[in-house]
């Protein structure tokens, strides 16, 4: 998902989806394994979802305490 396609969402929706990638991302190291998982692909688009969802929800989070501040 793109991050402009995240920006529309709500803050707590975006972080019940980034604990789901999250642990996504913990089961896919454990079952990793040489012989029979070789798509290293996953995991590196897992980690980049999961900074994109984290680097939306800071946006927000500076944005809010801008709008915060200039009040």
């Avoid at 394994?33 to 980690?47: F, K, T, Y």
């Avoid at 929800?57 to 501040?69: F, G, K, N, S, V």
């Amino acid at each position: 998902m793109r991050a402009n396609e995240l920006r529309g969402r709500d803050a707590a929706d975006l972080r019940r989806e980034l604990e789901h990638l999250q642990r996504q991302l913990f089961e896919l190291r454990f079952q990793w394994q040489p012989e029979e998982n070789r798509d290293s692909n996953s995991r590196r688009l897992l980690r980049r979802d999961i900074a994109r969802y984290k680097t939306v929800l800071r946006e927000m989070e500076l944005d809010r305490t801008a709008r915060a501040e200039q009040s």
